[in-house]
Nanobody, 119 residues
């Protein structure tokens, strides 16, 4: 069974920094892209950033220049470094990965970690 386990997050004042990390565990053959989504109260879950196995990255415009996504293919981890944070970054952050396991591809999600930015 494949699992994505998140760590990090928490509370920070505006202008500060936080890091969230995610590790894939279980039995699988290959991880394609990994990424982070976020969901604020009353809003839909939206992509924040994603990274391919070749370390090609993509970011939503609102975090470009502030957030950095990286992955360690050997450890099956993905990390989101968040700098110059703003109150609008407050949300539950979810790790996401597209994984080949048991002869098929599937999308997996972490349990979510709360990030709160105070003004």
């Amino acid at each position: 069974q494949v699992q994505l386990v998140e760590s990090g997050g928490g509370f920070v004042q505006a202008g500060g920094s936080l890091t969230v990390s995610c590790a894939a565990s279980g039995r699988f053959d290959y991880i394609d892209f990994m990424g982070w989504y976020r969901q604020a109260p009353g809003k839909q879950r939206d992509l924040v950033a994603k990274v391919t196995t070749g370390n090609n990255t993509d970011y939503v415009d609102s975090v470009k220049g502030r957030f950095t996504i990286s992955r360690d293919n050997a450890k099956n981890t993905v990390t989101l470094q968040m700098n110059r944070m703003a109150p609008e970054d407050t949300a539950v952050y979810y790790c996401n990965a597209y994984i080949y396991s048991g002869h098929h591809w599937d999308t997996y999600w972490g349990q979510g970690t709360q990030v709160t930015v105070s003004s």
